[in-house]
């Protein structure tokens, strides 16, 4: 059932993001369409463009986004709110997510990555 409910939600994750894009490009599209031409005299532009516009977009005014780093601060400062209780279920947990098997304390930190 565990795979089943991941793929389930990776689909979803993807629909969601596949309807997300297509409906913000429409959107610039239409604004652009609507705004440009008359405001600035350019030329309108179709939905590729509008894609290719939100990702130039991105790229210029947000940059390439650091989720790795926020990823680890979020899990450190979690980790020191921890109680040692909790610590061995999250790692327990963790080992047996990942196919590995009860979590044992004498494991070497070699094995464990």
Known sequence: MHGRFRKR???RFALLA??????ASLVVMLLWNWLAPAVF???KIHYLQ???LLILSRILFRGQPNIRGHWRRHMEQRWQEMAPEE???????MWSCW???????????EEAK
């Open 9 to 11: 939600n990776w689909f």
């Open 18 to 23: 596949i309807v997300g894009i297509a409906l």
């Open 41 to 43: 005299g350019l030329t």
């Open 50 to 52: 509008a894609i290719g």
């Open 87 to 93: 610590r061995e279920n999250f790692r327990a947990g």
């Open 99 to 109: 196919g590995r098997g009860k979590y044992d304390e004498s494991t070497p930190k």
